[in-house]
């Protein structure tokens, strides 16, 4: 919910900010609002790595943004939400450990600009600052040689503006019990991130290409002073040409004005500064060095930060070891809409209208945090194995002397080669009974069969007796459960208890309507067909 927060906060007032045509000032005032966030949140959650698992998701928040440079301030706000979790560590959870966390993070945005500058125009901008500064030195009455003191000045500004802010988050936190907001979040709303930068159906796809543009951009910034300045001037222009190709909404952020602006000012400064400029092409080799660098690392920032939203990267992620973060990030886009809503009607005016903004954000989704076990679906169609796969899981769990309940349905068929009936076996206790079949019409009609009250009765026990540390399953979930019947009160329940994880067969053509019907906010979903049921048995048993 922090991380949704202070994401909803980086999309609304980065937008704004940026408009305004602020871009100095829009890190610092962005990294300030999420301090507050992270100082209120400590207040109410006194947990550690509250503020490195609150960034990422504000980090991945930030990746939806309608903005086209997405990969820098992601790593920014990975490094604030860091720096304030050593702050804190360092001091506790108090006003002093909240000050130093608060000011390290602020000051972090100074630092990461300047560090960001030197890798787009490399250590010919130091040169740059040199110069001016000694041109300074004559018209003001400032210490020569001292390059650095404006540098530390500033960044002692910087802090206390990150401790100011970490004091007024606690304080804002002490206004959370009397806000009571009533801020509907959609449950039954599939959380599935968009990338709303443009369409990329006809982009590159796969880890091969992320690590090709990492690989390059290492490469390039390591060699480009032993080239000559016509082969780097090449090579930048064909990496930039193809990389236009395969991302074609690139190509609006390299039509706006303003990117380009500070680049061919600080080339021509560099060009005009540098002493080691003598004449022909060598008066000029400085300013296109620094021209093709800041070209290539905005553009390969940007393509990677494209290859990090393809659905290929994703889907990696949810089957391992980031599934945790990931299935977290999904519940917080849930809330985002409803963030937005509220932070777009707020009139933020001043720092105590802004407060308010926070607080009152906080307070309506504090009362919608709701605890939702671990979801994992297996899918498939009629025939394609899918209490099989639960059965291999289940196996494997066992041999792990893992906490299992629930139940699967073994299905058994007729000389023609229909399913003639199903018999309910439980996992706990391999306890197995008849569940229905196509004659007995003295139990419960549903569809073609008839459900035996008795296996209902006893699957509805099971569930309800399991250990809260227990993996459930749950075969099958389908349109009789979403009409009502059979297990639909099991699963209801099962989605309020306390589990380590939830697992569910349903069929693919009945995987929305279950979604939307009992309200899961997030899952995984593994084909029965092609996935491993080892994969399945790490996700319930990571954290």
């Known amino acids: ?254 039509r706006k004005p303003k990117l380009w602006i500070p680049i061919v000012a600080v080339s021509v400064a560099a060009t005009l500064l540098t002493k080691s400029a003598t004449g022909g092409l060598a008066l000029i080799t400085p300013g296109l060095t620094m021209l093709s660098r800041a070209a290539i690392v905005i553009i390969a920032f940007s393509a990677i930060g494209k290859e990090l939203g393809n659905e290929r990267i994703r889907a990696y992620f949810t089957k391992n070891t980031f599934s945790g973060a990931y299935q977290a990030t999904l519940i917080a886009f849930e809330t985002l809409p409803s963030i937005i809503t509220h932070i777009q009607e707020s009139r933020i005016k001043s720092v105590a209208t802004l407060g308010d903004a926070i607080t009152k954000s906080f307070a309506a989704n504090h009362n919608h945090a709701l605890h939702q076990p671990k979801v994992l679906i297996i899918t498939g169609e009629k025939g394609d194995g899918k209490t099989t796969f639960a059965q291999e899981a289940i196996a494997e769990l066992k041999t792990q002397a893992a906490t299992i309940a629930g139940f699967v349905a073994n299905g058994h068929w007729d000389e023609e080669g229909n399913r003639s009936h199903f018999d309910l076996q439980l996992v706990s206790t391999d306890t197995t009974v008849p569940l229905c079949n196509r004659h007995n019409s003295g139990w419960i009609k549903c569809g073609p069969f008839y459900f035996n009250p008795e296996a209902i009765s006893l699957g509805e026990a099971e569930l309800k007796q399991a250990p809260s540390n227990a993996i459930i399953f749950i075969d099958e979930v389908g349109k009789a459960e979403v009409n009502g019947q059979i297990w639909h009160n099991a699963l209801a329940h099962a989605l309020q208890r306390k589990s380590i994880a939830l697992v569910l067969c349903i069929r693919k053509s009945n995987i929305n309507d279950v979604v939307s019907t009992f309200g899961i906010r997030s899952y995984t979903q593994f084909d029965a067909r092609v996935d491993c049921p080892s994969d399945l048995v790490k996700l319930t048993t990571s954290s």
């Not at 999420?34 to 207040?43: D, F, K, Y």
């Not at 706000?77 to 002093?96: A, F, K, S, T």
């Not at 599939?190 to 930068?197: E, G, I, L, S, V």
């Open 1 to 254: 919910m922090l991380g949704s927060i202070w994401g909803a906060f980086e999309i609304i007032a980065g937008s704004i900010i940026h408009n305004l045509a602020l871009p100095l000032a829009a890190g610092t005032i962005l990294s300030f609002i999420g301090v507050v966030i992270m100082s209120l949140g400590a207040t109410q959650w006194r947990e550690k790595g509250l503020f490195w698992r609150t960034a990422v998701i504000a980090a991945v928040i930030k990746s939806v943004s309608p903005s086209a440079v997405i990969l820098t301030p992601m790593i920014g706000i990975l490094l604030e939400g860091l720096l304030m979790e050593i702050g804190v560590q360092l001091l506790g959870v108090n006003l002093l450990g909240l000050a130093l966390g608060g000011g390290l993070a602020v000051i972090s945005t100074l630092f990461f600009k300047l560090v960001r500058m030197v890798l787009i125009y490399g250590l010919g901008l130091v040169d740059i600052y040199q110069s001016l500064y000694q041109m300074a030195t004559k018209q003001l009455p400032i210490p020569e040689n001292s390059y650095w003191w404006p540098v530390w000045l500033l960044a002692a500004v910087y802090f206390a503006l990150g401790a100011a802010a970490a004091l007024i988050g606690a304080r804002l936190a002490k206004r959370i019990g009397s806000q009571t907001l009533n801020i509907n979040i959609n449950k039954n709303q599939k959380t599935q991130p968009n990338t709303p930068n443009g369409s990329q159906t006809a982009e590159w796809r796969g880890f091969g290409w992320l690590v090709l543009h990492f690989a390059f951009l290492v490469t390039f910034l390591a060699f480009q002073d032993r080239m000559h300045i016509i082969a780097s001037l090449a090579l930048a222009t064909l990496y930039i040409a193809l990389c236009l190709i395969a991302y074609p909404s690139l190509k609006h952020m390299l």
